[in-house]
């Protein structure tokens, strides 16, 4: 069965924990993004996972290979469960990210899923850079089958990608689908589906943000999204 990750989007430490306490008793991960973890620094990794919750860290780290290596490290070291990058950092990138992963492990003792990012879901085929002679879907495609061949354990992509790169990939290699939304919201996002269409589709995470931590009842909402989820 797929996996919820709830986005804890969220500027200060308190709005996330205050949050996570909400959320106590429903089988989600959460995920860590920029804004908090710039906000809050690992030590909300620990507190997350004192918690008893697994965490995304989604800081998509895109930088020179050095940098990158030592980033999924430290990553590992302050305990996460998924880290990803930017695949459009190329091959040598994406295997110093894979060797900071090993380098982490041997002291965690813990070997989190590493993914790499895809085509961002709020972008548009109208979004790419001019210039670009592939569609959308194939650069998605064409970047998912790289990272598999440099090491990587699956991808993020939006819900109407994952039929295809599973064909290509194999139904082991990973996808995580942020974007979902039980109804649309007219919000950034741009690829969406609903988690019964994400599901259907072959995601393995799906990542929703405001649609439960939004909602009147966070826990309801997120076990709403379980159910529906069970196709």
């Not at 620094?41 to 697994?54: C, N, Q, T, W």
């Not at 989604?58 to 695949?87: C, E, W, Y």
């Not at 990587?152 to 979902?180: A, M, R, Y």
Request: glycine residues 10%.
């Amino acid at each position: 069965m797929a996996n919820l990750v709830v986005a804890l989007d969220y500027p200060d430490k308190s709005g996330a924990l205050a949050m996570a306490k909400m959320l106590k008793g429903a089988d989600v991960w959460l995920k860590v993004g920029l804004e908090l973890f710039t906000a809050a620094g690992p030590e909300i990794i620990s507190e997350l996972k004192d918690m008893g919750f697994k965490v995304f860290l989604d800081m998509k780290f895109f930088d020179i290979p050095n940098t990158v290596q030592g980033a999924v490290r430290s990553s590992v070291r302050h305990g996460v469960d998924m880290v990803n990058i930017h695949l459009m950092g190329g091959e040598r990138m994406a295997r110093a990210a894979v060797e900071g992963l090993a380098e982490g492990s041997v002291d965690s003792g813990v070997s989190p899923v590493l993914l790499g990012v895809t085509v961002l879901t709020s972008m548009a085929q109208e979004d790419l850079p001019e210039g670009m002679t592939t569609t959308l879907e194939e650069t998605v495609l064409s970047l998912a089958s790289s990272g598999k061949d440099w090491g990587i354990h699956g991808v993020v992509c939006s819900g109407f990608e994952v039929e295809t790169i599973k064909k290509s990939c194999g139904n082991d290699f990973i996808c995580l689908t942020p974007g979902i939304r039980p109804v649309s919201l007219g919000d950034d996002q741009r690829r969406t589906m609903t988690p019964a269409q994400a599901v259907k589709a072959g995601s393995d995470y799906l990542v929703v943000g405001r649609p439960v931590t939004g909602a009147d009842s966070p826990l309801h909402a997120a076990q709403e999204i379980l159910e529906a989820m069970k196709i």
